[in-house]
């Protein structure tokens, strides 16, 4: 394991590793909700800081749309199945 200057483990490419939509938290399609539940920062911060970047220079719409397509879905473990079962 990396350690950072001050003997800290330096996880940010853990996070990064991880990152994965929200299947729970997701206003639009989990992006905000991942990156709340994947760093120490909550999610709502994050879609205010893309909605500040989308009014300020366009660039939080770009970027949503990037992440929309490349970051993996969530894991759909503990969800229930839409399809019936038969006896």
Same mark, same amino acid.
């Given at each position: 394991?990396?350690?950072?200057n001050i003997g800290q483990p330096n996880d940010f490419w853990e996070h990064v590793r991880n990152l994965k939509k929200s299947a729970t938290d997701k206003k639009i399609a989990g992006v905000c909700g991942g990156f709340g &539940?994947?760093?120490p920062m909550p999610a709502w911060l994050w *879609?205010?800081?893309f909605l500040i970047l989308?009014?300020?220079?366009?660039?939080g719409?770009?970027?949503?749309?990037i992440l929309?397509?490349?970051?993996p879905p969530a894991d &759909?473990?503990?969800?229930?199945t839409a399809t019936p079962? *038969?006896?």
């Open positions: 394991m990396q350690t950072n &539940e994947h760093t *879609r205010a800081l989308l009014f300020l220079w366009g660039t719409l770009i970027a949503y749309i929309w397509i490349c970051m &759909e473990q503990g969800k229930a079962v *038969r006896s």
